[in-house]
């Protein structure tokens, strides 16, 4: 009983040990935000530089490896957002050696994990060209891609709990200089391979690698020496084999929650393909403005993440409701600003990206549909750096399986009676149900949490 009372007296010195402002909403946010839009900026070089090589076989491998890679990988963001729930419960507890433990054990798993994807290259490959089938010379380019870039696998998801742990620590602007790091040594290199020296997509695969290798070093120095200066860890702390298993539940619900995802995203091109070759690509254009929206929103979704998981930890019932309604506010503030930058220069934007007038036309007739996704979506990403960081992830992956459930039935009512509108209309409804069913079942796990 003793121990008891003092456990609580320890959970309430530390809720009362930090506040959520406005300025830990951003503090964490805005850095975050400006690391996350680094990924896309990769993309948009990597193909500018196999399109300077004039070969639409090169630049068609190029995509179609990135997308095998990109679907392998999506099994694998549990190391990032798994890590910084798990890491900020433990600094809301005041517990320095289970921060310590829980890194760790997201770097054990990250080794074994990379090393297996990485002997697994050339199947991956050959996977890869059989679900593709392209034709020979793209399907040639995807496979060199591939064999070179999951090399990088053991780093890359060693980066992931770098990223997790310094997240879950609440340091977004360490976050945004490790993404910096990795990200500009990645763009220069591959102008330098690719694109100087003639490498080609063996160049942009190899700058991958040696981006995510220099990140991994840098990462780990940094956090070792902090370690190092702090108490020592017993290796079978890290070694506790429930905590692993309560790592690895919450990793496997949000694998399942990712690919939901990804099966949403595939049904809503596949559907849209239906539709003929014009409307497809119209819609490939738009979405990219979802996307885009979508990192922006990821940084507050990270805010919510840390500010959620470590006043869990804390045991502290206001600065988590206090944390819920300003990354909300802040959420919803900058949905609704791109949501009115994309109805007044959407127009625009999408005669930058494409040259074919009827695309533009098409795209035209759907954008206010795409300009208000970023709003229909604020909840859904919102909610979901809550329960990651609150490491609910058990309602997390429910909630998502039964909007994909909506998202099926809205699509097979509405796409065949209002067409490409119908298709989009789905598509609010998918984020919209994901959004407030979350935000149902949280009224229930605040009264029994705290």
Not at 228 to 242: E, K, V
Not at 309 to 332: H, Y
Request: glycine share 10%; hydrophobic share 60%; aromatic share 10%.
């Amino acid at each position: 009983m003793g121990k008891r009372v003092l456990d609580q007296v320890s959970a309430a010195a530390n809720g009362r040990s930090f506040v959520v402002t406005n300025r830990s909403v951003l503090a964490i946010a805005v850095p975050m935000t400006l690391a996350y839009l680094t990924t896309p900026l990769l993309g948009v070089v990597d193909t500018a530089v196999v399109g300077q090589l004039g070969d639409a076989a090169l630049l068609g491998g190029l995509a179609a490896g990135a997308l095998v890679f990109d679907v392998v990988f999506t099994s694998f963001n549990f190391l990032r957002s798994g890590t910084t729930g798990l890491v900020a419960q433990a600094l809301g507890r005041g517990d320095e050696l289970e921060e310590q433990a829980v890194f760790w054990r997201a770097v054990l798993i990250a080794v074994v994990a990379g090393i297996v994807l990485a002997a697994l290259a050339p199947l991956v490959a050959i996977a890869g060209q059989w679900f593709m089938s392209a034709e020979a010379r793209v399907s040639e380019a995807m496979a060199v891609y591939i064999r070179i870039r999951l090399l990088a696998a053991p780093f890359s998801l060693i980066n992931y709990a770098i990223l997790g742990y310094v997240l879950g620590r609440g340091e977004g602007g360490l976050g945004l200089m490790l993404q910096l790091v990795l990200n500009g040594i990645n763009i220069a290199l591959c102008v330098l391979l690719g694109l100087e020296l003639g490498w080609g997509v063996a160049g942009v695969a190899w700058a991958t690698v040696t981006g995510e290798f220099v990140a991994m070093l840098l990462g780990l120095a940094i956090i070792g020496r902090r370690f190092w200066a702090a108490p020592r860890l017993p290796r079978h702390r890290i070694l506790d084999l429930s905590a692993f298993l309560r790592m690895m539940s919450l990793n496997g619900d949000i694998m399942i929650r990712s690919f939901s995802l990804l099966a949403a995203f595939a049904l809503f091109t596949r559907q849209g393909a239906q539709f003929g070759t014009v409307t497809l690509a119209a819609n490939a254009v738009l979405m990219n403005f979802f996307l885009i929206a979508g990192y922006f929103l990821d940084g507050f979704a990270t805010a919510a993440e840390q500010l959620a998981g470590r006043a869990v930890g804390a045991r502290a019932a206001m600065q988590f409701r206090q944390a819920v309604r300003l990354t909300l506010f802040w959420g919803f503030g900058l949905a609704a600003t791109a949501t009115l930058v994309l109805l007044l220069g959407g127009t625009d934007l999408v005669a930058l990206i494409t040259t074919s007038e009827d695309v533009r036309a098409v795209a035209g007739n759907y954008l206010a549909w795409a300009a208000f996704t970023a709003l229909s979506g604020v909840l859904a990403f919102q909610m979901d750096g809550v329960f990651i960081g609150a490491t609910w992830s058990r309602d997390m992956r429910n909630m998502m399986l039964l909007s994909f459930l909506v998202f099926s039935a809205a699509l097979l009512i509405l796409a065949p009676a209002l067409g490409n509108h119908g298709l989009w209309a789905a598509l609010h409804v998918f984020l919209l149900v994901r959004g407030f069913s979350l935000l149902a079942i949280l009224r229930v796990r605040v009264r029994t949490a705290f």
